[in-house]
């Protein structure tokens, strides 16, 4: 059976093109996070302990962005066809993804403000968390 009006069969991506695109903009965010971080002007304990809340956002978002990767690779494994929808959604995924570092970075301006820590939580909320 065909899914095209012409009796070819409908082609969509190949989900290679999507997981490869993914892999790229994760990769970009991940590294946008840890060149945020500030190196302690100081080689001592103390000064990298005043550096441990942010290190630990870090840390945090580490694994979040590793673990929407992970699960993005599973996903496309199981996809058979790449569509708009799909295209669509992944999109949307990213999209938030991008603003961990926005996040990040406001964490560390505002001291963990409540509405910066709000907006991290709606950030992975949105995004699919």
Same mark, same amino acid.
């Given at each position: 059976?065909?899914?095209?009006?012409?009796?070819?069969?409908?082609?969509?991506?190949?989900?290679?093109?999507?997981?490869?695109?993914?892999?790229?903009?994760?990769?970009?965010?991940?590294?946008?996070?840890?060149?945020?971080?500030?190196?302690?002007?100081?080689?001592? +304990?103390? @000064?990298?302990?005043?550096?441990?809340?942010?290190? #630990?956002?870090?840390?945090?978002? &580490?694994? *979040?962005?590793? +673990?929407?990767? *992970? *699960? %993005? %690779?599973? #996903?496309?494994? @199981?996809?058979?066809?790449?569509? /708009?929808?799909? +295209?669509? @959604? *992944?999109? &949307?995924?990213?999209?938030?993804?991008? #603003?961990?570092?926005?996040?990040?970075?406001? &964490?560390? $301006?505002?001291? &963990?403000? $409540?509405?910066?820590?709000?907006?991290?939580? $709606?950030?992975?909320?949105?995004? /699919?968390?």
């Amino acid at each position: 059976m065909s899914d095209h009006p012409e009796g070819r069969p409908k082609r969509g991506m190949r989900s290679g093109r999507l997981e490869a695109f993914t892999d790229g903009v994760v990769a970009i965010i991940i590294t946008i996070m840890v060149l945020e971080l500030k190196v302690p002007q100081e080689g001592t +304990l103390a @000064a990298l302990s005043d550096s441990m809340p942010i290190l #630990l956002a870090y840390v945090l978002s &580490f694994i *979040n962005v590793g +673990l929407y990767w *992970n *699960n %993005h %690779h599973h #996903l496309m494994q @199981a996809t058979q066809r790449i569509d /708009g929808r799909v +295209l669509w @959604a *992944n999109l &949307f995924l990213l999209f938030w993804l991008s #603003l961990v570092p926005f996040v990040i970075r406001w &964490f560390d $301006a505002s001291s &963990f403000s $409540a509405m910066a820590t709000a907006s991290y939580q $709606a950030v992975d909320e949105v995004g /699919g968390g």
